[in-house]
């Protein structure tokens, strides 16, 4: 195989990009293809370039006329001349003479006579005196070369475009399913039916039910049940398997299927055959396609691998799917993509052996696009083991910074590889270019909404060493959005060396300045048109209930360990007793709330500072039609849990409507006593969750709709996960929310 035959079908793929696409006339491709390599004499003095003489010299002009007239159509002829006449005109500046005018002398039966030519004559670049036509035998496996080409890049084509298609038509899906959803929660109650289901002892759970309520469909049951709810298989979900997370079982689903059809996309959709004229055997053949192939599917990920990373995708404003989803399908995006990228580089480096040896491969490694392609491997395989749990669980910013500079370097060495193809291929790389430019656009766009006036956010932090938590108080009156309960913030300590760091909080409450807490979430029975408005953006604007001249203040609690949060609290302790105050970049918010205040009952299973989540959602939801609000938490310290019961609950603590059942799970002799409210039960010991969720739903089920949250530790998520599909297996209808941000 030699390297310019090699490169051959790169060239005619340049070509096709230009704008003279031939790949519906492989007859007179052919043509060209059994003309090129031959010499003719008066084409001495014009050069060795095959575009030269196939422009200027007047024997291979008429041989190539003579071709096509040979085994053409008129219509395959015509469409061939123009695009070669119009490279003749911009590469050499030398028009074609006209058709009629070279075969003016040419009859039938003279045609027949002229000299013909087999493969021997093409190998050997023969010199001809007169002109010639290609055996018919020659002709046909040239036209199966360049035929077979055709039909392989046209499919490289259509499944590069697919792998970008599927995930449309999974977001379309995700669409849909909302504006469902949204067009029917106003009969929400009414569409759900909770029948008194057999929990516990017989007698214990005969309840009347509403005769208004009709029982759920048992297709939306299985859906929620063996779909849409479980972990991929088994018990875990947000708990990892070793150095691995596995997503729930939709996503999985959603995973697997994008893996199958990349496989198939990539062995698929090939013809290969014995004598082609670029590779006579049949496994080097093999190898070129399918390297082609999942260069260019693997390519083709990238804008997808982009847009799925990004903190800000409007998909994640369409589909109401947080961030957790789509990091989910980055990251396996991303992974399809490198295997593709191996594959492609790996079987490129077998052409080259064979080819020529360590000599070619030596030779290749001078060329650009050879070196920068073989660095954008290497870097997407160095940025695979670097992503996984382990490494984003416990070395965050380690992993962010290599992160960010691998994949700006994975994108830049794309850019040399496919530098010398051009157009069309460039295109993906201004795209996901793009995406990441868009997405740091709307990073300030947001910072400046929440204060214009970015450094200059003070904030006061307070910290317990007791109940080992930091209270960070940060003013948003600025902000041109209202704050949300589930939302979350990312935050900057610009008083730190490290400023450029920032993590993610979850805002648990907004109070002004007499300490009166306000209503954080959507208003209750705000209906279809809220929810419709929520399509479009999930941040609405501060209303008239937040006055402009009111003092609004964010509490967020923060539970410090190391790094980041560490910092912060000793920031915070130097200060003591007196708050300390901190210079703070804020960005946000992000995520969206759910919709709570529309169900009956709702059950929050949390654990440690996941209690911001209630506490959050607590003003709106005591105002609401909800009838019972259930709160399970774990918590280590007593201290903690009896400094948030008495200065974040306030009086919704007395609130007929709630419950709260404190888990203390590690007290020490060591602690100060800390006493809690009467209104609080405290138990010792870890919450059995599948049993508080049983008894919530046989309790409170024949009150109608009940929605189980959870935010805590992995293993208490997987719990609550587990129960509600058990539940759901009982014919109870619940619904189930995991807040959690997860990298």
């Given at each position: 195989m030699r390297p310019q035959i090699a490169l051959s079908a790169l060239t005619a793929i340049s070509a096709a990009a230009t704008g003279h696409d031939l790949r519906g006339a492989p007859c007179f491709e052919a043509c060209q293809m059994v003309i090129r390599p031959l010499e003719f004499t008066d084409a001495n003095g014009i050069g060795g370039s095959p575009k030269l003489r196939m422009c200027r010299s007047r024997i291979s002009v008429t041989s190539l006329y003579l071709c096509t007239k040979v085994y053409c159509t008129p219509e395959e002829r015509t469409s061939g001349l123009d695009a070669h006449n119009e490279t003749c005109r911009t590469s050499v500046q030398v028009p074609l003479p006209p058709f009629e005018e070279v075969l003016a002398n040419y009859t039938e039966d003279e045609i027949a006579l002229v000299q013909r030519f087999g493969q021997d004559e093409?190998?050997?670049?023969?010199?001809?005196?007169?002109?010639?036509?290609?055996?018919?035998?020659?002709?046909?496996?040239?036209?199966?070369?360049?035929?077979?080409?055709?039909?392989?890049?046209?499919?490289?084509?259509?499944?590069?475009?697919?792998?970008?298609?599927?995930?449309?038509?999974?977001?379309?899906?995700?669409?849909?399913?909302?504006?469902?959803?949204?067009?029917?929660?106003?009969?929400?109650?009414?569409?759900?039916?909770?029948?008194?289901?057999?929990?516990?002892?017989?007698?214990?759970?005969?309840?009347?039910?509403?005769?208004?309520?009709?029982?759920?469909?048992?297709l939306y049951l299985w859906w929620k049940r063996h779909v849409s709810i479980p972990a991929a298989f088994g018990y875990r979900n947000a708990q990892p398997f070793g150095w691995y997370t596995v997503p729930p079982r939709i996503q999985s689903l959603s995973i697997l299927v994008f893996i199958a059809i990349n496989i198939f996309f990539c062995v698929h959709g090939?013809?290969?055959?014995?004598?082609?004229?670029?590779?006579?055997?049949?496994?080097?053949?093999?190898?070129?396609?399918?390297?082609?192939?999942?260069?260019?599917?693997?390519?083709?990920?990238?804008?997808?691998?982009?847009?799925?990373?990004?903190?800000?995708?409007?998909?994640?404003?369409?589909?109401?799917?947080?961030?957790?989803?789509?990091?989910?399908?980055?990251?396996?995006?991303?992974?399809?993509?490198?295997?593709?990228?191996?594959?492609?580089?790996?079987?490129?480096?077998?052409?080259?052996?064979?080819?020529?040896?360590?000599?070619?491969?030596?030779?290749?490694?001078?060329?650009?696009?050879?070196?920068?392609?073989?660095?954008?491997?290497?870097?997407?395989?160095?940025?695979?083991?670097?992503?996984?749990?382990?490494?984003?669980?416990?070395?965050?910013?380690?992993?962010?910074?290599?992160?960010?500079?691998?994949s700006v370097l994975v994108l830049f060495s794309m850019l040399g590889h496919i530098s010398s193809f051009g157009f069309p291929w460039d295109r993906l790389f201004w795209v996901s270019c793009s995406i990441w430019a868009l997405d740091r656009i709307m990073r300030v766009t947001r910072t400046l909404a929440f204060n214009r006036a970015f450094w200059n956010t003070r904030a006061k932090a307070t910290y317990d060493p007791d109940s080992n938590m930091v209270r960070l108080y940060i003013p948003c009156s600025q902000s041109l959005y209202r704050p949300r309960p589930g939302t979350y913030y990312y935050l900057h300590l610009l008083s730190d060396a490290r400023f450029w760091e920032s993590h993610p909080f979850t805002m648990a409450s907004i109070s002004n300045d007499d300490g009166r807490a306000r209503a954080t979430s959507l208003r209750p029975n705000s209906g279809l048109a809220e929810e419709a408005a929520a399509l479009l953006s999930q941040d609405t604007l501060l209303e008239e209930e937040y006055p402009r001249n009111e003092n609004l203040t964010m509490l967020f609690l923060i539970r410090p360990y190391d790094s980041f949060t560490g910092r912060l609290r000793d920031a915070a302790a130097?200060?003591?007793p007196r708050p300390a105050s901190l210079r703070m970049l804020v960005e946000g918010p992000y995520g969206r709330s759910q919709p709570l205040h529309q169900f009956e009952t709702v059950l929050f299973v949390v654990g440690g500072s996941g209690i911001v989540v209630p506490l959050a959602h607590l003003s709106s939801l005591t105002k609401s039609t909800a009838k019972t609000i259930r709160i399970v938490w774990a918590v280590r310290e007593p201290a903690f849990a009896g400094v948030v019961a008495k200065e974040d609950f306030g009086n919704v603590l007395f609130d007929e409507k709630l419950g709260l059942d404190v888990y203390i799970t590690r007290p020490t002799t060591r602690e100060r006593r800390v006493e809690l409210p009467k209104e609080v039960r405290v138990m010792r010991d870890r919450p059995d969750v599948h049993a508080e969720i049983e008894d919530a739903v046989r309790d409170f089920g024949a009150r109608g709709s009940i929605a189980v949250v959870a935010c805590g530790p992995a293993r208490m998520a997987d719990d609550a996960r587990r129960a509600v599909v058990e539940i759901l297996g009982s014919g109870a209808d619940v619904e189930y929310f995991e807040e959690s941000f997860r990298w």
């Open positions: 093409w190998e050997d670049k023969k010199r001809f005196e007169e002109a010639v036509v290609a055996e018919d035998g020659f002709f046909e496996l040239a036209y199966n070369t360049i035929a077979s080409w055709s039909y392989v890049y046209r499919h490289h084509y259509i499944y590069g475009s697919a792998v970008v298609v599927f995930w449309v038509l999974v977001m379309a899906i995700g669409l849909l399913s909302r504006l469902v959803v949204s067009l029917g929660c106003t009969g929400m109650a009414k569409r759900r039916g909770w029948q008194a289901i057999p929990l516990g002892e017989p007698g214990d759970d005969a309840r009347q039910v509403d005769k208004e309520a009709r029982s759920p469909s048992h090939y013809h290969i055959f014995p004598g082609n004229l670029y590779y006579p055997d049949v496994w080097p053949q093999a190898w070129r396609y399918i390297s082609d192939r999942t260069g260019i599917v693997s390519f083709a990920n990238f804008p997808i691998i982009w847009l799925f990373g990004m903190r800000n995708n409007l998909m994640m404003e369409l589909t109401g799917w947080d961030f957790g989803t789509y990091n989910n399908f980055h990251r396996w995006v991303a992974r399809v993509s490198t295997v593709q990228a191996v594959v492609h580089s790996i079987g490129y480096t077998i052409l080259v052996f064979d080819s020529g040896g360590w000599t070619q491969f030596a030779q290749y490694w001078t060329e650009l696009w050879w070196i920068t392609g073989e660095m954008a491997t290497i870097t997407m395989c160095t940025l695979l083991p670097l992503s996984l749990y382990w490494m984003r669980r416990n070395a965050y910013e380690a992993f962010l910074a290599l992160h960010i500079a691998l130097a200060s003591w």
